[in-house]
């Protein structure tokens, strides 16, 4: 199983960017998928996530700010960030909850941080 990241980049703050990660490999189907970010010194922090039925969560500091959703056909999540802020600067990685074919290699799986940098 592997969890692909994209999206990432540097911005001025007001601006958006739109994280994409793609979960491949022997998938049966995907629980809840979520996106972390970890900015230097900080502890890693959940942003959003969203379950298979498409019930989402957000971190309080995001919420009307950011998107989550994610397409079940393609096994991918997005994370639509508008109105960024230099406090938003940080490492973000996606993680999956997923159930294999065969069973055994089910479990959380997390995808490569991309590194997202807000300028102000």
């Known amino acids: 199983v592997q969890l692909q990241a994209s999206g990432g980049g540097l911005v001025q703050a007001g601006e958006s960017l739109r994280l994409s990660c793609a979960a491949s490999g022997g998938i049966f189907s995907i629980n809840a998928m979520g996106w972390y970010r970890q900015a230097p010194g900080k502890q890693r922090e959940l942003v959003a996530a969203?379950?298979?039925?498409?019930?989402?969560d957000y971190a309080d500091s995001v919420k009307g700010r950011f998107t989550i959703a994610r397409d079940n056909a393609k096994n991918t999540v997005y994370l639509q960030m508008n109105s960024l802020k230099p406090e938003d600067t940080a490492v973000y990685s996606c993680n999956a909850d997923i159930i294999t074919r065969e069973g055994t290699r089910s479990g959380t799986y997390w995808g490569q941080g991309t590194q997202v940098t807000v300028s102000s």
């Open positions: 969203i379950l298979s039925r498409g019930i989402t």
